[in-house]
């Protein structure tokens, strides 16, 4: 597996949780230990990205605002070297 920045394992959990997920499916979906999930579940609790009710753990507006930048970013870094290499 390739390497992964925080904001790319976030990406994903924002992802799996987009429509409400249990720990579990969290944890096996984004390949994380469960020591890592705890982690980055409570760091995104506290910054308002995933909100829980019982069990689940659901992405709240915030937290799909932050998915929605991340994917534009993506595309536009995507699109650079294409531009680039049309310039040359």
């Known amino acids: 597996m390739k ?14 949780a987009s429509s409400g997920a249990s720990k579990t499916r969290i944890m096996y979906g984004a390949y994380l230990s469960y020591d890592q999930l705890k982690d980055y579940l409570h760091v995104m609790l506290e910054n308002g990205l995933l909100e829980r009710k019982a069990t689940q753990y659901r992405a709240t507006k915030k937290g799909l605002d932050f998915l929605k930048g991340y994917d534009r970013l993506g595309q536009m870094l995507e699109l650079e070297p294409a531009k680039r290499a049309k310039n040359l």
């Open 3 to 16: 390497y992964r920045s925080r904001t790319d394992i976030i990406s994903e959990i924002l992802k799996i």
